[in-house]
């Protein structure tokens, strides 16, 4: 399709309940009209983690009025749409079901194509939405709930170079903080004590960085920070504030080091394909750690590769990217699935080996 397109999307796999209006015009800037993100974090904080059930009913309960907002905000009524995009897996059912559901009512009712999205493809052509980069490039996705390289080389072309084994590297961050007494997100209170911390008291692993390859593990690392703090319970019956900074410290540098050194691995598979513009791009909650960017931006830079890290509100779950998706893949020619459905489970490379780990927010990909 070669005029203006302007799309609706809406995203409700996880704990993020969110609709979103995108326009691109061919050989123009895609504009990002509206985007509404409403967050469940206080209704889960009690519980340590996403409640699926809970989550489920909120986004259910919010779905529309995000959308309505959308609309306002964008300036736009349904019938100036060219299509609906929508997250339609991997995710927690219950909540990729709302979406879905609110989002076929509201393409029926309209009469507009609806394009279902995996979420991690959304994810994956973010840099496209923000910064027009061209294929292919090479995605670290980081967050509470996804770890994995991608080799994007098309609107369909995701190929996993590897991925976490079992946590996420936030989840990870999120599990030391709770270990620590520290508050959630685990990720940016672990972060400011880290920075008055010393990284080299504690010996922590870096897990799977004997064996070749790009996959990765946090869960050792996690417990390898319990056994340091019950020693230190034990031999001084409990512990001081820069014991705990410490901790944070040396937890910060090892998953920043394997990171690091995955990432290199990653970057010369990549490097094979020969790219005219070389480029890593990065999404998810973890890329906000400073630690973790520069060790990033440093292995880019020696391998003459650009970094690109999008904003923030781009790089974590919103429906922006479920609707430039939808946008893309009307463009590449893959339109709507007459057979959407909610999927749990949905990996975007088909032909990669199942990765074992699932993570806090739900079995991802
Ligand atoms: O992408 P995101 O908002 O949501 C999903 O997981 O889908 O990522 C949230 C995760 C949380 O685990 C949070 O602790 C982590 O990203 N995070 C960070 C930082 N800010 C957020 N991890 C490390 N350092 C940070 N500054
Ligand atoms: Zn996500």
Known sequence: MGGTLTFLGLESSCD??????VRHAPDKSPQILSSVVSGQTDLHAAFGGVVPEIAARAHAERLDLCVEQ??????????DLDGIAVTSGPGLIGGVLSGVMTAKGLAAGAGLPLIGVNHLAGHALTPRLTDGLPFPYLMLLVSGGHCQFLLVDGVEGFHRLGGTIDDAPGEAFDKTAKLLGLPQPGGPSVEVEARLGDPRRFAFPRPLLDRPGCDLSFSGLKTALLRARDALIA???GITLQDRRDLCAGF???????LAEKTRRALASYLERKPAEAALAVAGGVAANGAIRSALEHVCAAARVRFLAPPLR??????AMIAWAGIERTRGGHPQASDLVARPRWPLDQSAPALIGSGKKGAKA
């Open 70 to 79: 959308a609309l306002d905000q964008a300036g736009v009524r349904l019938d």
């Open 314 to 319: 781009l790089c974590t779950d919103n429906a």
């Open 16 to 21: 993020d309940t969110a609709a979103a209006v």
């Open 252 to 258: 910060q540098a090892a998953v920043a080091e394997v």
């Open 235 to 237: 031999e001084k019956g």
